[in-house]
């Protein structure tokens, strides 16, 4: 299913892909705000976690053509190396959070100790450690719209097949299995589990959840994938290398978590209530004096 822009602006067109992408973006930092503001993060906090992470989305955008770009190359050099318009989540992911954890710490350890004005230096009554268990979540949701999007552009299709289930794919001329529709669903039931277990277990390993369960999936949809994506390792798709890669740093992520990152968290939520009204607290009374 190819479905042409919705309207247009100018010569611009709108297209459901986009309008899915973007809508998964916003979900992604409107959960992520709401979870800080509950979680008593300060606002310090939650701008510099916040512009952080849209930093390295449209970084991870970016990254997603290059990785996708790359295995074009590898398949066939004879082409030449050109970004397009198609990517690759996994390459996507991998930048983001790579970039994210590089400008991190860099402005931890490196920015802020040496900075004098109030702008950069580090006032946060929060750790990174302390959003990790949230942050699965906040993907899982953005990854969920973009699958949705991928139905409308007729993208990521399965092989084809004549049961019910089947979606007509113009591209292909003929009925696939919607492993578009099928990832979206699972990656919203994921999330649904993700957020249970964090706001009602105050479950910490989310994280590792999240690689591992979706190397998994990924893993085993690739097979029932026909939309073409290149070579990468001899006997695997790609996504069915680095889905083995998320299973694997999954795994070590809990350890990691348990022994290290878990340390190093502030516990916001254990903090004296963030005063977010604006208004400056109230002096303190002296003894034998009365409030007026």
């Known amino acids: 299913m190819i479905v042409g822009p919705l309207f247009k602006i100018g010569d611009l067109g709108i297209y459901p892909y ?7 973006i916003i979900s992604c930092f409107v959960f992520l705000y709401v979870t800080m503001t509950r979680k008593n993060f300060n606002d310090e906090a939650i701008d ?16 997603a053509t290059v990785f996708q770009a790359l295995y074009d190359y590898i398949e066939d050099p004879s082409q030449g190396y050109n ?10 992911l991998i930048g983001g959070v790579s970039s994210f954890l590089i400008c991190w710490n860099l402005y931890i350890y490196v920015i802020a100790p040496r900075a004098k004005g109030k702008l950069l230096s580090n006032h946060m009554n929060a750790s990174l450690s302390d959003a990790i268990p949230f942050v699965a979540p906040s993907i899982t949701i953005a990854h969920a719209f973009g699958r949705l999007g991928c139905t409308f552009a007729g993208c990521c299709y399965g092989a084809e097949t004549d049961a019910w289930y089947g979606l007509y794919m113009p591209a292909v001329g003929a009925k696939v299995i919607p492993t578009q529709l099928f990832e979206c669903i699972f990656l919203v039931l994921l999330s649904v589990i993700m957020i249970i277990l964090y706001y009602k277990f105050n479950f910490k390993h989310n994280f590792s959840v ?31 290398f680095w889905s083995l890669v998320m299973v694997v740093l999954g795994i070590g992520f809990i350890f990691l978590f348990k022994y290290v990152l878990q340390g190093k968290m502030k516990h916001p939520e254990l903090q004296p209530k963030v005063d977010r009204s ?11 004096e009365s409030a007026e």
């Not at 970004?83 to 996507?92: C, E, V």
């Not at 604006?278 to 034998?288: I, S, T, Y």
């Open 18 to 24: 986009g309008i899915c992408m973007a809508l998964g």
């Open 48 to 63: 510099k976690m916040l512009l952080f992470g849209i930093c390295a989305t449209g970084f991870g955008v970016f990254m």
């Open 83 to 92: 970004l397009g318009s198609a990517m690759t989540f996994q390459g996507g």
């Open 210 to 240: 999240y690689l591992i369960s979706y190397g998994v999936w990924r893993f085993l949809i690739e097979f029932l994938r026909d939309d073409h994506r290149g070579e990468f390792v001899a006997g695997l798709t790609p996504s069915q």
């Open 278 to 288: 604006g208004k400056k607290p109230a002096e303190p009374v002296a003894d034998g």
